[in-house]
């Protein structure tokens, strides 16, 4: 009978014991690297109304539930942040390298923002990145040569002002969809990207200023399914490779200054779905292959030198300037 309060006298002890712990845990939920990372950021920014707030204890327990920011289900004392998605916020001011100490990233998406300037190099050494989109704002500068995206699998810098050479991200085995449309790169166009994926499904080089001959290479790409060349200045003929990729769905290629002929084995790319080579100097016949390409909609093919016909796949089609 003397004991019987023993086991209640116990178990308060344990409770008073490991509150204050229960406690840190509930506080403690943001590793200090990152929310140090995330305050650099938006120390960086001109203009934002994220809501966040750094001003006392508050700031650790809270930065999971943050908007934007996504967590790790690590352990209760500390969570790394994995996801920061802040597209069309409204943020203005520029990217600041303090996102490269959030080195667990795997996705940032800052795309439909007014951000400005140059891309730290930072962001192009998370080793965990799979996700980056930066496309449409007013970003600017070169990509660093030595990029390393080891993890990438979605990479989107479209609609910016970048220039210079665009990148490859040799060693990104993981790479699936890549675009760098409407920006500002130039030269030739770099096939080794796919030799860096066999993953790679879209590659987007729209309306930049890329030039020189139509590059071989393409056709390492063998699970390509979307190919945009369009409003560039690449010249020479088509090589034999490109018509290997049996994948393909959409091939863009129009407002170059392309030539030769239109090969005869484009009817080898049998999933195609949308074709456009116009506005290019293409000559000779239009070669007989559309029985193969039972799943086209779409072929244009307009303003080039062409002769024959073709059938009427979609309202911009009719005649290429036919000469009979």
């Known amino acids: 009978m003397g004991n019987r309060g023993l086991p209640c006298f116990s ?44 001003n006392g204890r508050s700031s650790s327990s809270n930065c999971c539930t943050w908007v934007g920011i996504s967590c790790d289900l690590g352990s209760a004392l500390v969570k790394r942040v994995i996801g920061l998605d802040l597209s069309n916020k409204s943020l203005k001011g520029s990217v ?27 962001l192009f050494h998370l080793p965990h990145l799979e996700l980056l989109d ?28 970048f220039n210079g050479t665009h990148p490859i991200f040799a060693g990104s085995s993981n790479l699936s969809v890549y675009d760098v449309s409407l920006n500002s790169f130039s030269g030739p166009v770099d096939t080794g990207i796919c030799n860096s994926s066999d993953s790679i499904k879209v590659l987007r080089f729209s309306a930049n200023m890329f030039s020189g001959e139509f590059p071989a290479g393409f056709g390492n790409c063998s699970s390509l399914s979307e190919l945009l060349l369009d409003a560039n200045g690449l010249t020479g003929t088509l090589p034999d490779d490109l018509f290997t990729l049996s994948s393909l769905t959409k091939l863009n290629l129009q407002g170059n200054s392309l030539s030769g002929t239109v090969s005869t084995n484009i009817g080898n790319l049998s999933n195609l779905v949308h074709v456009d080579i116009s506005f290019n100097n293409f000559s000779g016949a239009i070669p007989d292959v559309f029985d193969r390409l039972n799943k086209l909609e779409c072929f244009s093919a307009l303003c080039n030198i062409l002769t024959g016909v073709y059938p009427l796949l979609c309202l911009v089609v009719q005649h290429s300037l036919l000469l009979a």
């Open 11 to 54: 178990s308060l002890l344990l409770l008073l014991l490991f509150a204050p712990l229960s406690w840190s845990q509930s506080q403690q939920s943001c590793d200090s690297s990152d929310l140090n990372a995330l305050q650099g950021f938006v120390e960086g920014l001109q203009s934002s109304d994220l809501g966040w707030s750094f």
């Open 96 to 122: 600041s390298s303090s996102l490269g100490g959030l080195d667990q990233l795997k996705q940032l998406n800052l795309s439909y923002n007014s951000l400005r300037g140059p891309v730290p190099a930072e």
């Open 134 to 161: 930066l496309s449409t704002n007013m970003l600017s500068g070169l990509i660093p040569a030595e990029s390393n995206l080891s993890s990438i699998q979605v990479f989107n810098i479209s609609f910016n002002s």
